[in-house]
Nanobody, 119 residues
């Protein structure tokens, strides 16, 4: 059984910063792509950023220059440093990972961590 556990969400004022973490646990051979998505109230889930095993990153236009994704392969953990937060960044943030198990590659999602940015 693989679990992704997120932490680091919360309430912050506009212009502030938060750092999200997501740790994978379970019998995992290796982690492939990892990333963060978000879903605002009444909106569809959207990609925020993702990162390959080798460290290649991709960002949504609306977070470029403000958010930074990174990972620690040994710890099976992905991070999202969020700076210059705006009220429109308010959403539930979900961790996503493609895990390589003995039986193949599978997609997993975390339970979500809420981020609220006040004006």
């Amino acid at each position: 059984q693989v679990h992704l556990v997120e932490s680091g969400g919360g309430l912050v004022q506009a212009g502030g910063s938060l750092r999200l973490s997501c740790a994978a646990s379970g019998v995992i051979n290796s982690m492939n792509a990892m990333g963060w998505y978000r879903q605002g109230l009444g909106k569809q889930r959207e990609l925020v950023a993702d990162i390959t095993t080798g460290g290649t990153t991709k960002y949504a236009e609306f977070v470029k220059g403000r958010f930074t994704i990174s990972r620690d392969n040994a710890k099976k953990t992905v991070y999202l440093q969020m700076n210059s937060l705006k009220p429109e960044d308010t959403a539930v943030y979900y961790c996503h990972a493609v895990c390589h198990l003995w039986t193949g590659n599978y997609d997993y999602w975390g339970q979500g961590t809420p981020v609220t940015v006040s004006v």
